[in-house]
């Protein structure tokens, strides 16, 4: 068995966690969501009425992620990064297993209805609510849509969805078979195979609008770690991940 396919989470070759960068200036603010104070951060667009929650890796809610959500505000989305974790990230329990498995679907089920909740208190109503996911991320996104959630669509850099098989020994491809909506993954070199295109898994995300786009050159968690190394494939990744958000909440 491969690296990639015995990790249960990020492929042994992915980035580790990066602090390069880590001082570009933010434009939203730190915020805390519903009477259960869900650590966030929210980056705001005026008047626009279309969401975005963005569910980060396992080092949480790091500046570099803050930045992400500032540039998807720039682009007319208000954005709510949520931290499902409540600050524990794999630096706290760096055993990886341990720590994914504090965080079954069950434990993040209300920090998502939240999320919701905190948008229709901004105007955006429930169903123009999309997501961005971020490794651990793209696999809370399409738990979450396999379980009903109703994102409006979504999209997955380097989504580590095979969680659902390595720590709830559970469907990889069923699970995905479940999500409804336009759903664009986007599976760096190292990732496994069910995410790329060829594959049932995605012939059947496309049939929903959804596709998936894969950078071989690129490492596992480039989009939220990688250094300025890889910063051109990052600025190619949230292109195509705004063109999509623009095209499907149009």
């Not at 009425?49 to 959500?69: M, Q, S």
């Not at 600050?87 to 434990?107: R, S």
């Not at 991320?137 to 380097?158: R, T």
């Amino acid at each position: 068995m491969s690296d990639k396919a015995s990790s249960p989470c990020c492929p042994t070759t992915a980035w580790g966690k990066i602090i390069e960068m880590e001082k570009e200036p933010t434009k939203g603010q730190d915020i805390s969501v519903s009477d259960k104070k869900i650590p966030a951060y929210f980056s705001d667009a005026d008047d626009s009425k279309k969401g975005i929650v963005v569910f980060p890796d396992v080092w949480g809610i790091t500046n570099r992620v803050r930045v992400i959500a500032d540039t998807f505000a720039a682009e007319g989305y208000k954005v709510l990064v949520i931290d499902c974790y409540y600050g524990d990230t794999i630096d706290k329990t760096p055993d990886l297993m341990e720590f994914l498995g504090k965080y079954p679907y069950e434990k993040i089920s209300d920090e998502i209805q939240a999320s919701f909740d905190f948008f229709v208190s901004k105007g955006v109503e429930k169903d123009n609510v999309s997501a961005l996911g971020f490794c651990w991320g793209g696999w809370a996104i399409a738990k979450s849509a396999s379980e009903g959630v109703e994102w409006k669509c979504a999209v997955s850099p380097h989504p580590s969805t095979k969680i659902e098989v390595f720590i709830f020994q559970r469907d990889e491809a069923e699970m995905l078979g479940k999500c409804n909506m336009p759903f664009f993954l986007m599976p760096a070199g190292d990732d496994d195979d069910i995410i790329k295109p060829g594959s049932d898994v995605v012939d059947k995300l496309v049939e929903k609008g959804g596709k998936s786009i894969p950078f071989p050159s690129m490492n596992h968690g480039w989009t939220s770690r990688g250094d300025e190394s890889v910063k051109d494939e990052i600025v190619k990744a949230f292109k195509l991940a705004t063109e999509f958000f623009n095209e499907k909440t149009a």
